[in-house]
């Protein structure tokens, strides 16, 4: 998932992709290695900066997917600079530049104890699958819940993992909101079906398109949830 580049004072380093893989026929995960990696918190992200050869720079950020190491999944987007580039020209061996982790508020630490509710618009579950695979590393008992909202089965992102994972991790549920299959985007139904009841007291994290995000936390709020306990990351 891409944002515009936070600026801060963070120190660039040299990444060396090792590893490719394809979520979809248009996102593809990208692993590197970064010698001197600091670690992340899950929900932080990271900024991304090309240098071509004759010296002209592009940079974006990308959520981290990874619970250890660095990893981004892009998704191409048609007319982009640099998601196109990185989603089906970049290659292994090569070198790029990245700034980070970056990020304090749309985080999960495993010390915390609540209920967790992940919901997701499209590639918006990237941060979110951070949390569900730090949750695993971390060997965390804290029940979480994934509301995943995608075109189609097949633009599912990590859906051969995550049916994996809802198989095999305890307390993990993800259910799916296929929005062209059935004609319509998330509602207030889906809401109250398939997410945390308000007076399990959640923590809930929504990721995805500037409009899903602020619907579905509307939606959130009309089934009484807190507004303070709704953290929101919005692209696009």
Not at 45 to 69: C, F, K, N, W
Not at 159 to 185: C, F, H, M, N, S
Request: glycine residues 8%; neutral net charge.
């Amino acid at each position: 998932m891409a944002r515009a580049a936070v600026p801060g004072r963070l120190t660039w380093r040299k990444a060396v992709l090792k590893a490719i893989r394809q979520e979809t026929p248009t996102a593809r995960t990208l692993v590197f290695d970064v010698p001197d990696w600091p670690g992340h918190l899950p929900g932080q992200h990271v900024d991304v900066r090309l240098t071509a050869e004759d010296g002209y720079q592009a940079q974006r950020s990308y959520s981290i997917a990874s619970a250890d190491g660095l990893e981004i999944t892009v998704q191409r987007l048609d007319g982009g600079e640099v998601s196109p580039y990185l989603s089906e020209i970049y290659d292994i061996s090569w070198p790029v530049e990245v700034r980070g982790p970056i990020g304090g508020w749309f985080v999960w630490r495993n010390t915390d104890p609540a209920p967790v509710q992940l919901i997701a618009g499209g590639s918006g579950v990237v941060p979110l699958m951070s949390m569900i695979r730090a949750r695993a590393f971390a060997k965390s008992k804290t029940p979480f819940k994934l509301l995943y909202s995608v075109r189609t089965p097949e633009d599912t992102i990590y859906a051969d993992e995550l049916r994996q994972r809802a198989r095999d991790d305890a307390g993990l549920d993800v259910q799916y909101i296929y929005t062209r299959v059935r004609g319509k985007r998330i509602g207030l139904a889906d809401v109250n079906t398939h997410t945390w009841p308000n007076d399990f007291s959640p923590s809930v994290y929504v990721c995805g398109p500037t409009g899903f995000v602020e619907t579905t936390a509307d939606l959130l709020i009309a089934l009484g949830h807190d507004p303070q306990r709704i953290r929101t990351e919005r692209y696009g």
